[in-house]
């Protein structure tokens, strides 16, 4: 006998007192077909675009085609048991989902109710799912960073607060991983996270849940999850749904990080739904508004300004802007970014984060190609002794990459241009990271002094990741105070320069 | 079907702009009524569907078994067998009726009663629910124990359910909630 979470004495009492047991003239109308999750209904004249319907057997539904004489409708869930003749009711509001810090450490289904067997969640709040972006006058630049902990991606596509920034890559590229990292990289930094996994397989969600605890990160993080085996409208709603949880930190003046993994699949759960509900499939099928569903849900990732914040809490929160950083996801098929849904996601974000499956396999993972991943905005709030010392290494890895292919066919070169392939070997190999292995500012700092200082040329290129985790420790345990101040600052003056310099030289002597 | 609907709506139109320019509203929707009686006939459905009938043949035996009917009305049946629509007259007399409700002003209610209303009940009934909707109210009366207890009474789309089966459903949705 399985127990409900819902069947508590106290909650049901409660239940059974707010209940409103009042006849209020309802619209109904009856069930015409059922076609795969989707409902032709007949009647329902007064219902709203988008609003909730109710079928029989606790089942909730969405309007989403309103015709002449029915309305199509998406079933949230299970559909076997409605038929032919059942009726429907409006029910007068639209979809909502719990928010708050309660759903913190839990893992949710699209409509916020909990699927990891550790009880209801006690949220004593609820939002819309579908909200309009804050306008143009509520924004705030973006300024602060989001610190990923991988230095390829801090040193040259830093990421902002309030930045949409793609990760995008064919399939087994790490796409994921990054994502993950970046959560894990969150702890202690002030930053809430949502993790919303669309049409994944239920075991890999649970990795990255179990991965989630191991590293204590799950209690800052809500995870949306619509697996594979979800209905089509879980795995379209899914986004809006995290992204309601989202908005919750960004409109109380916090700020919190949200990953859409990935909208690829998002776009084939609504490209189902609207076949389907048979509107006219335009380019690969997709829908006319297949843009719009990206559009939208991205815009409400935001940097809000102080007014924001404190119109949003009615006056308790002064001071404070809130935001809300989205790292979608896009699958690419064979590298194709001219597909129709990348190109869309890659124009309304503010940068991309390519991953390519040829330097994956060629052991550079992050496999990020420095070349064509940029940041629009986050330039402006890259962490300064990142941005002071990251330009050297952006621009040996373009130099390396124009001479490298050149280099092929020359079979005696000059010695600048073997000095500057030796280093961008050096620095491509620096630019490797292990997964779950995030650097702090300071660490990521040293690396990228070493690099810059030349501190690397005579290194052996296998031996930079060894040289590079000696250094660091070396660093921690000698030099303490100088990281410190690093991490306390987040910048190098010309002293710390100094002490950093004379500490690398003495390092290397006793390191062989 | 919904989709009958559809395509049935711009006959109703047609055939309610004749009859009011006529003035002749009930007698087109007796005539409506009994010809949507005979294209539900199970033997005239198969006539309906056989391709070797010719239109012109499927009119004139659907207009024998039509009763007495003025010459406009022949025509639309013409017109119907013509286009292959005679299927769908349920959905036209359907329509008209709603179409002639909504010129006098009326509306259907259908109540249904766990126990029998007496007629002082029902007047009641309607005269309450004539100054909710604004409009005059044609009730008729259904007695349906499954309710348990109280009525449920249903406009068109818009249902007022005071019924105990109803009442617990709501508590079962919530109690699930």
């Known amino acids: 006998m399985n127990l409900n979470p819902s069947e508590i004495s106290d909650l049901i009492k409660s239940r059974i007192q707010n209940m409103q047991l009042a006849a209020t003239a309802k619209n109904e109308g009856t069930v015409v077909s059922v076609t795969d999750g989707i409902c032709r209904i007949h009647g329902?004249?007064?219902?709203?675009?988008?609003?909730?319907?109710?079928?029989?057997?606790?089942?909730?539904?969405?309007?989403?085609?309103?015709?002449?004489?029915s309305v199509g409708a998406v079933v949230m869930g299970d559909y076997e048991h409605i038929t032919e003749g059942d009726t429907v009711k409006c029910t007068g509001r639209i979809l909502e989902v719990p928010i708050g810090p309660e759903l913190l450490g839990r893992v949710v289904n699209a409509l916020g109710e909990p699927i990891d067997g550790k009880g209801p969640i006690a949220a004593k709040m609820t939002d819309k799912v579908e909200k309009v972006a804050p306008g143009v006058i509520w924004r705030k630049s973006v300024s602060q960073p989001v610190q990923s902990g991988?230095?390829?991606?801090d040193s040259m596509v830093?990421?902002?607060?309030?930045?949409?920034?793609?990760?995008?890559?064919?399939?087994q590229t790490g796409k994921t991983a990054v994502a993950v990292d970046t959560i894990i990289n969150q702890k202690g930094q002030n930053m809430f996270c949502i993790y919303v996994a669309i049409?994944?397989?239920?075991?890999?969600?649970?990795n990255v849940v179990r991965k989630l605890e191991e590293k204590g990160a799950m209690e800052?993080?809500?995870?949306?999850?619509?697996?594979?085996?979800?209905?089509?409208?879980?795995?379209f709603l899914a986004p809006y749904a995290g992204c309601t949880m989202g908005e919750y930190f960004r409109d109380n003046g916090m700020d919190a990080l949200i990953i859409y993994d990935d909208l690829t699949k998002q776009a084939w759960a609504y490209r189902q739904i609207s076949l389907l509900l048979r509107r006219p499939p335009g380019r690969e099928a997709y829908p006319g508004d297949v843009f719009y569903i990206h559009s939208r849900l991205l815009e409400r990732a935001a940097r809000v300004s102080e007014a924001w914040v404190e119109r949003h809490t009615g006056g308790k929160?002064?001071?404070?802007?809130?935001?809300?950083?989205?790292?979608?996801?896009?699958?690419?098929?064979?590298?194709?970014?001219?597909?129709?849904?990348?190109?869309?996601?890659?124009?309304?974000?503010?940068?991309?984060?390519?991953?390519?499956?040829?330097?994956?396999?060629?052991g550079v993972r992050p496999a990020m190609n420095a070349g064509v991943s940029v940041s629009r905005v986050g330039g402006a709030a890259q962490t300064k002794v990142i941005k002071k010392l990251g330009g050297g290494v952006r621009l040996a890895l373009a130099q390396y990459r124009e001479l490298a292919a050149f280099a092929q066919f020359a079979s005696d070169l000059d010695d600048a241009t073997r000095k500057q392939l030796e280093r961008g070997r050096r620095v491509t190999e620096l630019m490797k990271q292990p997964q779950f292995a995030p650097l702090s500012v300071a660490e990521m700092a040293v690396s990228l002094f070493a690099a810059n200082q030349g501190f690397l040329d005579d290194v052996d290129n296998a031996k930079i990741l060894a040289f590079e985790t000696a250094l660091h420790h070396y660093m921690r345990q000698q030099h303490a105070a100088l990281m410190d101040k690093i991490a306390a600052t987040n910048d190098l003056d010309k002293e710390g320069e100094a002490e950093m310099s004379s500490a690398v030289t003495a390092f290397k002597k006793t390191w062989a | 079907m919904a989709e009958n609907v559809t395509v049935a709506r711009p006959y109703a139109e047609a055939a309610f702009a004749l009859a009011k320019a006529g003035g002749a509203l009930a007698a087109w929707q007796g005539a409506l009524a009994r010809m949507a009686v005979a294209s539900a006939d199970t033997q005239m459905l198969e006539c309906i569907?056989?391709?070797?009938?010719?239109?012109?043949?499927?009119?004139?035996?659907?207009?024998?078994?039509?009763?007495?009917?003025?010459?406009?009305?022949?025509?639309?049946?013409?017109?119907?067998?013509?286009?292959?629509?005679?299927?769908?007259?349920?959905?036209?007399?359907?329509?008209?009726?709603?179409?002639?409700?909504?010129?006098?002003?009326t509306r259907e209610a259908v109540v249904s009663s766990a126990f029998?209303?007496?007629?002082?009940?029902?007047?009641?009934?309607?005269?309450?629910?004539?100054?909710?909707?604004?409009?005059?109210?044609?009730?008729?009366?259904?007695?349906?124990?499954?309710?348990?207890?109280?009525?449920?009474?249903?406009?068109?789309?818009?249902?007022?359910?005071?019924?105990?089966?109803?009442?617990?459903a709501a508590m079962a949705v919530s109690l699930k909630n």
């Open chain 1, 44 to 69: 329902l004249a007064d219902v709203m675009q988008g609003e909730m319907l109710e079928f029989p057997g606790n089942t909730f539904g969405l309007a989403l085609n309103l015709e002449r004489d």
């Open chain 1, 150 to 153: 991988l230095k390829a991606i």
């Open chain 1, 158 to 171: 830093p990421v902002g607060r309030g930045q949409r920034e793609l990760i995008i890559g064919d399939r």
């Open chain 1, 199 to 206: 049409g994944q397989k239920a075991s890999t969600v649970a």
């Open chain 1, 220 to 235: 800052y993080t809500i995870v949306v999850a619509a697996t594979a085996s979800d209905s089509a409208a879980m795995q």
């Open chain 1, 317 to 362: 929160v002064t001071g404070k802007t809130g935001s809300l950083t989205a790292l979608p996801v896009i699958e690419t098929q064979a590298g194709d970014v001219s597909a129709f849904v990348p190109t869309n996601v890659i124009s309304i974000t503010d940068g991309q984060i390519f991953l390519e499956s040829d330097l994956f396999n060629a």
């Open chain 2, 49 to 105: 569907a056989d391709p070797r009938i010719a239109p012109a043949a499927l009119a004139d035996l659907f207009l024998g078994v039509s009763g007495d009917l003025s010459v406009e009305q022949r025509s639309f049946a013409n017109l119907l067998a013509e286009n292959r629509r005679l299927t769908v007259l349920p959905e036209i007399s359907e329509l008209f009726e709603q179409l002639k409700n909504a010129e006098e002003d």
């Open chain 2, 116 to 168: 029998p209303l007496d007629d002082a009940q029902v007047k009641n009934l309607v005269a309450d629910l004539e100054r909710k909707f604004g409009c005059r109210i044609k009730a008729t009366v259904e007695i349906a124990p499954e309710l348990i207890g109280g009525i449920r009474i249903a406009l068109g789309d818009q249902v007022i359910d005071a019924s105990v089966r109803g009442k617990l």
